[in-house]
C-alpha cells in the first residue's frame, strides 16, 4: 500500500489498522500508525479514535491525550467516540477523578453530545469508587438532557452494590428502574442480584428469584449465567441448590462445561463430601473433558481435609502423570495434610523435593512449614527454619511469619520464647495485627500475668488495632482463670457494643463464677444476650 502511486484512500489505511486492532495487536497499531504520519500518508478523525482507543487498551491514556492533541493540529474535529474512548481509558486505569473532570469539560464547553455509551463509562467509574449518589444522580442528568437511560446503565450500579453487599439498595434501584422507568431487568440483572444475595447468606430469596428468572421466557440463560450461580452456590456451601442449577442447564439442553463441574466439585469437597466428589471427577473424565491442574488441586484439598492422605498423595502422583505441573497451591495443600496427620518426616521430606524441583516457594508454604512443626511439638526445626530463612532472605518475614512462631511458642509452652519473638517486633520494625495482639494476651494469661494481658489490650487499643471477638474471649478466660474480675462487667459491655458473642468455654466459666457467687448474678442477663443475639462482623474464635 505505501509503494502504491496514488496512494490508496485513507479508508483503506483504516480498514488496515481497524483489523489489526481487533486482533488486538494495539502496540503493532500504533506502529503502523506512526509510520503512516511518518510517510505523510492521510488521517481522518476515524484514524485517531482507533489510534487512541490502541493507547487506552494499553493502560496508557496519557499517549491518547497526546493523540488528542494531534488531532486538533491537524485540525480534526473529535468527536463523541473520541471522548467516549478517552473517558473508558482513564476508568479502566482506575482515575476516576480525571474521568469525572474530563465528563464536565465535554458538558460545560459542549465539545460534543454526550450519548449513553458515555454516560454508562462514567457510572462504570462511579461505581468502581462505590459513589452511587453521584452514579444514580447520572441516571437523572442522563434522562433530563433527553438521553434515555438503559438498562446497562442500572445493571451497572445494581452489580457494584451487590457484590459490595448494598443488597437493599440495589432492589429498591430495581423496583425504580422497573416500574418508574418501565427498563425490563436482563439475564445480567437477575445474575447480579442472586450473586449479592448468595453472598450475604439470604439463600431463599436467591432461589426464589432464580426460578422467577427461569420462568421468564424472555430471559436466555447460557453457559456463563449458570456458571456464575453454580459458583455463588457453591461457595455458600449450598450444594442442592447447585445440583439444582446443573439439572435445569441439562432440561434446557444447555451442557455444562469444565468451570461448573469444578464448582461443584469443590462444593462437594468443602461440604465434606468427597465420595461425590469423586464420582464426579469421574464423571468429568468420562464426558472426555481434560482436568487441569486446579480441578486435580480441588480433589486432592478434598482428600487432605478428611484427612486421607494416601488417596492425596495418589492423586498427586496422578497429576504429573498426566503431564501436569502442580502448582505452588498444589504443593502448599499436599504439605499442609501431611502437617495435619503428624507425618512430619514426610512433610519434611515434600518439602525437599518441592525445593529440588525448583517450585518457588512463596510465603505460605514457609507459613505452613513453621506452623505444620509447631503444632507437632517440633518449635526448635520451626526457629531453625525461621534463622535460615532470616539468613537467606529466601522469605518475606512478615508479621504474619512471626505471629505463626509466637503462637507455636505458646503451643510448646516456650511461653518466654513467645515473649521475646514479639519483643523483636519493634527492632524488627514490624506492626502487630489483632491476630498477633491475641495471641499475646493469651501467651501472658497462661502465664499468670493477667494485668501484663490487660496493659497489651489497651495498647492494642491505642495503636488503632481494633480487638476482635477472639481477642475478648481470650482475655475474659484469662481474668477467670487467673481470679482477677475487676474489668469483667466492662468487657462484656464492649462485646455486646460491638455484637461479639461468648466462645463456649468462656461462657461456661462465666456461668460457673455467677454460680458460686464469685461473680454478680445481675452479669446474668448480660451474658444470656451475648449467647443468642446474632454474631456480629467477627465472630471468629480462631485462637
Not at 481509558?89 to 450519548?115: H, M, Q, S, Y
Not at 532470616?390 to 505458646?410: E, M
Not at 461456661?508 to 462482623?537: F, R, Y
Request: glycine share 6%.
Amino acid at each position: 500500500m505505501s509503494q502504491a502511486r496514488p496512494l490508496p484512500s485513507v479508508v483503506k489505511f483504516n480498514q488496515l489498522l481497524q483489523s489489526v486492532t481487533k486482533m488486538k495487536h494495539f502496540s503493532s497499531s500504533i506502529r503502523l500508525f506512526n509510520r503512516m504520519c511518518a510517510l505523510g500518508f492521510p488521517v481522518n478523525e476515524y484514524t485517531m479514535n482507533i489510534v487512541i482507543n490502541c493507547c487506552c487498551q494499553l493502560y496508557r491514556s496519557k499517549d491518547g491525550f497526546v493523540a488528542l492533541g494531534c488531532c486538533f493540529r491537524r485540525y480534526i474535529v473529535p468527536n463523541v467516540t473520541t471522548f467516549n474512548t478517552l473517558l473508558n481509558g482513564l476508568v479502566l486505569e482506575d482515575r476516576i477523578r480525571e474521568a469525572e473532570i474530563l465528563f464536565a469539560k465535554v458538558i460545560t464547553n459542549k465539545l460534543c453530545e454526550p450519548d449513553v455509551i458515555m454516560y454508562n463509562t462514567m457510572i462504570k467509574g462511579l461505581c468502581k469508587t462505590r459513589d452511587y449518589v453521584q452514579a444514580v444522580g447520572l441516571l437523572k442528568l442522563m434522562d433530563k438532557s433527553g438521553c434515555k437511560s438503559d438498562v446497562v446503565a442500572y445493571t451497572t450500579i445494581i452489580d457494584s452494590m451487590c457484590k459490595h453487599k448494598l443488597i437493599d439498595d440495589a432492589f429498591k434501584l430495581l423496583k425504580q428502574m422497573v416500574s418508574q422507568k418501565g427498563i425490563t431487568p436482563n439475564v445480567v440483572t437477575y445474575i447480579s442480584l442472586i450473586s449479592g444475595l448468595c453472598n450475604v447468606g439470604r439463600w431463599e430469596e436467591a432461589s426464589k428469584l432464580l426460578k422467577e428468572m427461569l420462568e421468564d421466557e424472555k430471559m436466555s440463560p447460557d453457559v456463563q449465567t449458570f456458571t456464575i450461580l453454580v459458583d455463588a452456590f457453591c461457595k455458600g456451601e449450598k450444594i442442592e441448590e447447585a445440583e439444582n442449577a446443573i439439572n435445569i442447564m441439562l432440561e434446557r439442553g444447555i451442557v455444562p462445561d469444565i468451570v461448573i463441574y469444578s464448582s461443584l466439585l469443590n462444593g462437594y469437597c468443602l461440604q465434606g463430601e468427597i465420595r461425590k466428589a469423586r464420582s464426579l471427577f469421574d464423571l468429568i473424565v468420562s464426558r472426555g473433558f481434560i482436568p487441569n491442574v486446579v480441578t486435580y488441586s480441588t480433589l486432592l484439598k478434598g482428600y487432605c481435609k478428611e484427612l486421607k492422605i494416601d488417596e492425596a498423595m495418589h492423586m498427586f502422583q496422578e497429576i504429573t502423570k498426566q503431564g501436569l505441573v502442580p502448582n505452588i497451591v498444589t504443593y502448599n495443600t499436599m504439605l499442609q495434610g501431611l502437617f495435619r496427620v503428624k507425618r512430619c518426616e514426610d512433610a519434611h521430606k515434600f518439602f525437599a523435593e518441592m525445593q529440588a524441583r525448583g517450585q518457588v516457594l512463596d510465603a505460605q508454604t514457609y507459613g505452613i512449614m513453621l506452623e505444620g512443626l509447631c503444632d507437632n511439638n517440633q518449635l526448635e526445626e520451626a526457629l531453625s527454619l525461621y534463622l535460615w530463612m532470616s539468613k537467606n532472605k529466601t522469605a518475606n518475614l512478615n508479621i504474619v511469619v512471626y505471629t505463626i512462631l509466637i503462637d507455636g511458642a505458646r503451643k510448646c509452652r516456650k511461653l518466654d520464647i513467645a515473649k521475646n519473638l514479639f519483643d523483636d517486633l519493634t527492632v524488627k520494625g514490624l506492626q502487630p495485627v489483632v491476630y498477633t495482639y491475641t495471641v499475646m494476651i493469651r501467651v501472658f494469661c497462661e502465664d499468670g500475668l493477667p494485668r501484663d494481658a490487660k496493659q497489651l489490650f489497651l495498647k492494642m487499643k491505642e495503636s488503632g488495632c481494633s480487638p476482635n471477638a477472639a481477642t475478648y474471649n481470650v482475655l475474659l478466660h484469662g481474668y477467670l482463670r487467673n481470679q482477677l474480675y475487676d474489668d469483667i462487667k466492662m468487657l462484656l459491655l464492649e462485646m455486646d457494643e460491638r455484637g461479639y458473642l461468648l466462645k463456649a468455654s468462656t461462657l461456661s466459666l462465666l456461668q460457673n463464677k455467677i454460680a458460686d457467687k464469685t461473680l454478680d448474678t445481675t452479669l446474668l442477663e448480660l451474658v444470656g444476650k451475648l449467647v443468642t443475639k446474632k454474631p456480629g462482623n467477627d465472630s471468629c474464635f480462631a485462637v
